[in-house]
C-alpha cells in the first residue's frame, strides 16, 4: 500500500487548509485511516483518526477544528483543518492499517511521506 498525502502550505493563522491522502496498490480492508503530525524537534504525535464505520477520534488540541473524513470509494481520508494556530505548523502524516487502530496508537503499517503545513502568525 503506498499513501500520498498533498494540500500542505502556508497559511495565516485563522486559517485553513485541507489535506488529502490517497491509498494505492492493495487498498482492500484498510479499516483504519489517520493523520499524525511531527513539528521540529518534537516527537510524532496523533491528530485524528477514522475508522472505515465512520467513527473518528480527534486529539484534544485539534478538536473542534479539525475534521477527518474519508471516501472509502476513493480510497482517500482528509483533514479539514480550520482556524489554524501557528503551533499547528509540522509535518503531517497519513497512515492507514487493516485493523482497528485504538485512539492515539501509532501502530499503523502503512505511512505516507508528509507533507508540510506551516501556520504564520
Known amino acids: 500500500v503506498q499513501l500520498q498525502a498533498s494540500g500542505g502550505g502556508l497559511v495565516q493563522a485563522g486559517g485553513s487548509l485541507r489535506l488529502s491522502c490517497v491509498a494505492s496498490?492493495?487498498?482492500?480492508?484498510?479499516?483504519?485511516m489517520a493523520w499524525f503530525r511531527q513539528a521540529p524537534g518534537k516527537e510524532r504525535e496523533f491528530v485524528a483518526n477514522?475508522?472505515?464505520?465512520?467513527?473518528?477520534y480527534y486529539a484534544d488540541y485539534v478538536k473542534g477544528r479539525f475534521t477527518i473524513s474519508r471516501d472509502n470509494a476513493k480510497n482517500t481520508v482528509y483533514l479539514q483543518m480550520n482556524s489554524l494556530k501557528p503551533e499547528d505548523t509540522a509535518v503531517y502524516y497519513c497512515a492507514a492499517d487493516r485493523a482497528l487502530v485504538q485512539a492515539t496508537r501509532q501502530s499503523y503499517d502503512f505511512w505516507g511521506q508528509g507533507t508540510q503545513v506551516t501556520v504564520s502568525s
Open positions: 477514522s475508522w472505515v464505520s465512520g467513527r473518528t
Open positions: 496498490g492493495a487498498t482492500r480492508g484498510l479499516y483504519s
